[in-house]
């Protein structure tokens, strides 16, 4: 008896001690949050109005009184606003397709549809200036066919706002495409079915019921994909569009000390972005309706016919190829060996493969990417479960406070975290000039957040509570529970989360590129961009690293979305 | 293990889900929490298990204020209504689960799964998964899972609401067979009064977060403390009216339907109070003599009429209103058929008139 009750006595203060580390746990992940998140955005914000501690306005009008400034605020803007319409144009036939219509191979084709996700439009910017370039394939094609006499000079500065548009707009389409293809099969059929048999007419079903029920779905998708285009730095840089506000903030960051407007224009980014996120989710797309049951839903899908079924294909190729263009470019760059005035390379090589492995500063790019998206995708899945789990068992008293804080590194431009990093931990022991490993990690993982804990919550959601209640009815601790039943019952939706969180680290431009100062602490994008920089065969080499990269991102993506099914979308939106 | 609730209220903001809970479940009863669906039955199992935090009052086992014990150290074994079977796990690993945290040796271990697999009937079917089950088995299994950690007290929460109607009755009687083999203590809640009178020791009704009766099945089949009792037990005609006479035990009550004569009561009623009578349909009987003989004699006339074979379910009003209808159950009805239209001499024996509180005090639902 004495010795059961001893046993019971010390299983209680291993429950204890264990609720203990739990609760600790939550309240680490909540100053991380608060240190990595909030406090550098405080600090830019403060700094925008501050003069030595002396609140002023006076920046404001510096910042709108320069002609470089002002050019680059409503450049950009001009950026986000035609990458969303044109994203919506590309995507929404591509999703009623899927949506209403089965034919052959719709697995695949939609499938295919994702892969130009997969590659930071940067890189493709690489692949896009040699066939593009005055003497660039295009230009030969086109004159050699005797379409035109003279070389069009594409990229020329009249052309770069539609090339940067244009590259968005083929990285950015699968995102729109993932929600509105969400939010359509999310819309029971029989509400069409029931319109139909009213007698009302197929273009008003669309624009009084499958319009206010897929609208929310629409502007979760296209506030992502405008503050993405809208600050985006990689793309511009690589382009040689100066005149952007990320390249603008990118080039203020040295001297960021001297110089107060940068707080000021990267204020009103933070301005913009939450501006068009608020006006998005609560002014446009604030109703959800519950759906009732679902009726038979395998019903509503047509058969497409032959015309249709040959209409579908040319779509979807046809946009799959346009999308892959500046993929197969660089392909092309990177195993051209001798490429000069023809259409495509008269030799072809793997040398430059060769010398990714060789070269120091490709291979250091490889190991360093590998390391930081590696640990930090560890970060997300512990605090992307933590979090997760928290605000689905309701465990602090604000648990929707919690789940907004973490989403906002979504609306966040990663340009003006980075930024927030290096004015605020600069000079600390956490200094960027010194080691940026610890922020790179931490700037990662902070910012693919949302993604894990999205991935976290929608395991967690289809988790009936009973399971944990169940167990700790026989006496297990929470964190007990947690690791022996939740854990291993929301395993795919972590790991796929974890897939994305490691992909879009690996792909990182704004962070790899503000905070990695030192040859060292490269990661691959950096190493991409530093190399592409370089005189004579840098930016082939620069051409292999970008296709390694792309075929990694492609392996983890496709095992995440082979994971996740058509939960996909679902993590593409605020 | 004896269970006793002493004014346990549970509110969530404005809303009290249950409202000052009086209650003693002796040790090894098969105990009823009853009521439709909302009335805090649920609720209040759970915060006997410990998943729900009891706003005030205390809770007792054995004596013991276990009131803000956490779940995992109240010793109970809980059948969930939707199983909560742990979907990653076979049968055998579901059952091992809660023995493992208890730190026994492997040979007690073992056993212990072996006994309740045998008295469930699972032997069979330890390696399955549960998504490998049918709805009976895995209702098996959470009983199984309950029962090898040896609870204090074993609550079961709707346990075969999911199942179908005969699996319903198997089941009932392997429950009823378990509990008398382990002899634990065990709460059962559900909204199937039929299941809670042909199973339960004792029954506990609850209505809108209050507990109304707690009583044996029999008890509270026939003598009901309220209207709405009355009618969730089975079914009855409640008739309100005006206690005009007493004397004794025996009252007279003036209804729209005439004068009853009652001899039941479930409390004392002045002369000029309101009351109900609620009267079952198996009470009223026909009077062939068709002379008014018997208690309470009632001229009705049949407005509708069901046939069922063994007895015939009749809906009739009286001459004196149209709005009060009366069911009745006719059995064994001799060679005579009624059709609709056609009057009926009936009487109500005086002892199967039960007085009860006038039903306005329930409020909606009764």
Redesign the interface.
Known sequence: MINSNQ?EES??LA?RLSDAIGYGTVAATIAILFFFLVWPVAIIISKAFLNDGQFTLDYFPLLFANELYKNSMINSMWIGVATTVLTTLVSLPLAIINAKYDFKGKGLLSGLLLVPMVMPPFVGAIGIQRFFARRGSVNLGLMEMGIIDAPIDWLGPENMFWAVVILEVLHLYPIMYLNLSAALANIDPSVEEMATTLGVPRWKQYRDIIWPLARPGYFAGAIIVFIWALTDLGTPLLVGYHETVPVQIFNMITDVNENPVGYSLVFVVILVTVAFFLLSKFALGNQKYEMMAKGHVTSSKNEAGFLGSVFIYTLIIGTVFVALVPHISVLITSVSDKWFMTVLPEKYTLKYYAQVFQAELPFIGIKNSFLFAGLSTLVDLALGLLIAYVIVRKLVPFPGLLDSLVMVPLALPGIVLAFGYVVTYTDTFLDPLNNPVPLLVIAYAIRRLPYMVRSAVAGLQQT?I??E?????????RF?TLR??TV??VMANLIAGALLCFSYAMLDVSDSLILAMKEQFYPLTKAIYVLFLEQGSGSLVASALGMIGMLILTACIMGASLILGKKMGELFRS | MEVVFNKVCKRYGDFTAVNELDLKIESGSLHFLLGPSGCGKTTTLRMLAGLETVTSGKLYFDGKDVTSLPAADRGIGMVFQNYALWPHMTVYKNIEYGLKLRKLTASEVKSRIDDVLTITQLTNFTHRLPGQLSGGQQQRVALARALAIRPNVLLLDEPLSNLDAKLRMEMRDNILKIHKQTGITTVYVTHDQKESLSMGTSISVMHAGDLIQTASPRDLYRNPNTPFIAGFIGETNLIEGVVRKKEGDIYSVETVLGNFVATRASGNYDIGSKVSLSIRPEAIAIDWSGNGQGDNPIQLKVDHLTYLGESEQFLLKSAQSDKQIIKANFYHAPDHSFSEGDSIQCFVPKSDVLVLPAQVEMGPGT
């Open positions: 046993k299983s209680k429950r009936s009973s399971l209640e169940a167990s700790s009815t026989f006496g297990a601790s007990y022996k039943i291993p019952l």
